[in-house]
């Protein structure tokens, strides 16, 4: 199935509660239920299409790779 995750500042949370969200995310990432879409990786020379692929709302990362 598919989930929506809403993210939080976990620290914020009251001890008890912060103990139990860990804990449950921990088993859904032992089992791969979560899984995080693959980056898009754009070299340098591509930035317009990568800054074009986030106004479009990219679903991961998108990252541009400086030259090294």
């Known amino acids: ?3 929506t995750l ?3 500042i976990v620290y ?3 001890a008890d509660v912060m103990r139990e969200t860990t804990r449950a995310i921990s088993i859904l990432l032992a089992r791969g239920d979560l899984v995080h879409p ?3 990786i ?3 020379q591509d ?3 990568a800054h074009r692929r986030v106004e ?3 679903n991961a990362k998108v990252l541009v790779q400086l030259p090294s």
Do not use: D, S
């Open 56 to 58: 479009q709302g990219a």
């Open 38 to 40: 693959e980056p898009a």
């Open 47 to 49: 930035i317009v299409a």
């Open 42 to 44: 754009y070299p340098l």
């Open 6 to 8: 809403y993210f939080f």
């Open 12 to 14: 914020r949370l009251p």
């Open 1 to 3: 199935g598919f989930a």
